[in-house]
């Protein structure tokens, strides 16, 4: 359950798609830090946490828990794709940036959860 609790807030971002080249990918207007406030609505994972999770060259370069890896983008069209994992727990997010905020849905498959996220830019 620990572990489930610690992943939950890297979740926040969002199912893959490799991309194979950086012209996909949208310009450097959202690099940076978000402030990400994730919701647990279906399953037994945290009901709620917050994480900070860094942007660059507008891919999702670092997550502020600990032990997390963290892989996303944010493409050409806003859309935001990422996946957290954590040893064999993963849980993947999705969703749209504009402006100065975003939002999504995440899901948990090890761990059978899922919510929503919100996020806004935090520098």
Not at 80 to 85: A, K, P
Not at 112 to 121: D, F
């Amino acid at each position: 359950m620990r572990a489930v609790r610690r992943l939950v807030p890297l979740l926040v971002l969002l199912p893959f798609a490799a991309l194979a080249q950086d012209g996909g990918l949208a310009s450097k207007a959202y690099d940076g830090k978000w402030r990400v406030a994730v919701q647990t609505t279906v399953g037994d994972c945290a009901p709620a946490t917050d994480v900070v999770v860094t942007v660059k060259d507008a891919k999702i370069v670092a997550v502020s828990a600990g032990g997390i890896d963290s892989w996303g983008y944010i493409d050409a069209a806003n859309t935001v794709v990422g996946r957290f994992s954590q040893g064999e727990r993963a849980m993947r997010a999705n969703g749209a940036v504009k402006g100065d905020s975003a939002s999504g849905a995440w899901s948990a498959n090890t761990d059978y959860c899922g919510g929503r996220w919100t996020a806004t830019r935090a520098n």
